[in-house]
């Protein structure tokens, strides 16, 4: 009688595990975005060039250039000008100062980069550089990346042992020192016929490595822009997100 | 008087519970076979089957889920946001639902994230 009613039991457990297994399942997505500017009167994009700053050990202003353009090749239906970025920090120096003379420096963070954002209206400019390249759609805007460091706790493992040699592992809460970088790049789209801004779009990422850990900056640069380049892309084309959901029933 | 109530409200419900069960029963075999055809692809067919499935019996949250996917498959991020909404509200504290809306969601913002001159 006990046989038969564990049998029973058993049955019964079996027979809603996989009811319950049954009532869901995952299912792979591919959700369509669509672009959030209308670039369709362009048939053409000039990536100009950016205003860089913060970390000396990556060129910021030539390594987004290159990426931006490598990515609207492969991922837009634009077709991508390929010439040497604009010296935009020398113009908006000129702006910015009376004389204009030598080279200016690089800005260390957003209160420099600030300072030279005035190029990025100067319609008459962006006017002519459309002009001399047929009326693009023209990428350009500010790229800072800096270096970048925070103490934070975290929880570790330590094995201890007690009086009688027993050992145990106990959970150990420490303060961290952590390196990284901090990439924030500013893209403003400028409409070539007109040279105004027609839109701008701000992005920023960090990344954090224990101190002990040598990563060199111009990884982790193209570290931080892989999780920037998708909002970048959304803007100018229609993008297709994978991911997966869970079916019910 | 009050036993010609009870009585009415017996009968009532006597009725109304079988129709019910029916209902749901009807929804269940349309989610099922929109479950079926979207492992197959047919997304369109899928979200027929899920909006009968909600039209039959509007309480089912599955049927609300399965069709806020199909949805977001489909592009139709606002008419996704409202059937999610809609399965949350019939079962809040169902996890793989909250799951599927927590994912959504994040896609939906970026879409949203306004930041434009």
């Known amino acids: ?249 | 008087m009050r036993m010609k109530v009870l009585l009415l409200v017996l009968v009532l419900g006597g009725l109304s519970g079988p129709a019910l069960a029916d209902a749901r029963g009807d929804a269940k075999e349309q989610v099922k076979f929109g479950i079926a055809v979207a492992q197959r692809g047919l997304w369109r067919e899928a979200i027929y089957r899920w909006e009968r499935a909600t039209q039959l019996d509007p309480t089912y949250a599955a049927a609300h889920n399965n069709l806020a996917i199909g949805y977001e498959h489909e592009g139709d991020l606002n008419k996704a946001r409202g059937a999610y909404e809609k399965a949350m509200e019939l079962e809040p504290g169902n996890a793989l639902i909250k799951q599927n809306y927590e994912l959504f969601k994040e896609i939906n913002d970026r879409t949203t994230r306004k930041d434009v001159q």
């Open chain 1, 1 to 249: 009688m006990t046989g038969r009613l564990a049998r029973t039991f058993s049955s019964v457990a079996a027979a809603a595990l996989t009811a319950a297994c049954a009532s869901y399942s995952e299912i792979p997505i591919e959700t369509p975005i669509r672009p959030t500017m209308d670039v369709s009167a362009f048939q053409r994009v000039l990536v100009a060039g950016f205003i860089s700053g913060g970390s000396e050990d990556v060129d910021g202003n030539l390594e987004t250039t290159r990426l931006l353009r490598s990515q609207l090749r492969n991922k837009s239906g634009l077709r991508v000008i390929d010439t040497d970025s604009l010296p935009l920090l020398e113009v908006a120096n000129e702006g910015r100062t009376a004389s204009g003379a030598g080279t200016p420096a690089a800005p260390k963070d957003e209160k420099e980069m600030e300072m030279y954002s005035n190029v990025f209206a100067n319609v008459e400019y962006w006017k002519k550089i459309g002009e001399e390249y047929q009326q693009p759609l023209i990428v350009t805007g500010t790229v800072l990346f800096t270096p970048h460091q925070r103490n934070s706790i975290v929880q570790r493992e330590e094995e201890v042992y007690d009086s009688f040699g027993r050992r145990r592992v106990v959970p150990v809460r420490g303060y961290v020192e952590r390196k990284g970088f901090a990439l924030k790049p500013k893209f403003i789209f400028i409409d070539g016929r007109t040279g105004t801004v027609m839109h701008s779009q701000t992005a920023s990422e960090e990344i954090l490595y224990n101190a002990n850990q040598a990563t060199p900056a111009l990884s982790s640069y193209f570290e931080l822009m892989d999780r920037i380049l998708p909002g970048f892309l959304s803007t100018l084309s229609s993008q297709k997100v994978k991911g997966t959901r869970v079916l019910l029933q």
